[in-house]
T-cell receptor
Framework: AQTVTQSQPEMSVQEAETVTLSCTYD???????LFWYKQPPSRQMILVIR??????QNATENRFSVNFQKAAKSFSLKISDSQLGDAAMYFC???????????FGTGTRLKVLA | ETGVTQTPRHLVMGMTNKKSLKCEQH?????MYWYKQSAKKPLELMFV???????ENNSVPSRFSPECPNSSHLFLHLHTLQPEDSALYLC?????????????FGDGTRLSIL
């Protein structure tokens, strides 16, 4: 069975600082994809960043980057220079090549303090 | 402006009512999804449609009945719901099913069962 675990229900960060959100996963598949989605209070889930498991290089999208540790099955999201608009629920998700079914974590609520 | 539109945004209904949730995507995608989002739980995939055919049904109670008349529209018909069905219902679409393509989400319908 595939699982995604986000152990931090809530995190806070000061504006302009850096924060890291944790995600661990479990799958027996060797070919899979990992995603971070953001859900602001407006509710629409938006893709933040995506990582292919076969790529060793960590994905980066502007202020968002991941630390992908395949052996440890860890996929953390780093947000640099945090902005007020980053406040949202962040969901980690796993899609395996076999099932193509999205498995989501329980989410981490990020608060950005002015 | 979202490529996936859901109506209504909020719905309050009694357990004996019949109502429908609507989702429309303007992205030319071939796959559409219904998810249930409850507090402190991972998103639960309910149904998947690919080219108007249901390809996934995750043991969802029969009081939820999906309908996909064309690749742009997806409905979720509700009847005789229970209080535990109160949740945010999210619609999503992706280019194709059985792929690792990102999913695009709507704003959701907040459903409250009295």
């Amino acid at each position: 069975a595939q699982t995604v675990t986000q152990s931090q229900p809530e995190m806070s960060v000061q504006e302009a600082e850096t924060v890291t959100l944790s995600c661990t996963y479990d799958t027996s598949e060797s070919d899979y994809y990992l995603f971070w989605y953001k859900q602001p209070p407006s509710r629409q889930m938006i893709l933040v960043i995506r990582q292919e498991a076969y790529k060793q290089q960590n994905a980066t999208e502007n202020r968002f980057s991941v630390n992908f540790q395949k052996a440890a099955k860890s996929f953390s999201l780093k947000i640099s220079d945090s902005q007020l608009g980053d406040a949202a629920m962040y969901f980690c998700a796993l899609v395996t090549q076999g099932t193509y079914k999205y498995i989501f974590g329980t989410g981490t609520r990020l608060k950005v303090l002015a | 402006e979202t490529g996936v539109t859901q109506t209504p945004r909020h719905l309050v209904m009694g357990m004996t009512n019949k109502k429908s949730l609507k989702c429309e995507q303007h992205l030319g995608h071939n796959a559409m999804y219904w998810y249930k989002q409850s507090a402190k739980k991972p998103l639960e995939l309910m149904f998947v449609y690919s080219l108007e055919e249901r390809v996934e049904n995750n043991s969802v109670p029969s009081r939820f009945s999906p309908e996909c008349p064309n690749s742009s529209h997806l409905f979720l018909h509700l009847h005789t719901l229970q209080p535990e069905d109160s949740a945010l219902y999210l619609c999503a679409s992706s280019q194709d099913w059985a792929s690792n393509q990102p999913q695009h989400f709507g704003d959701g319908t907040r459903l409250s069962i009295l």
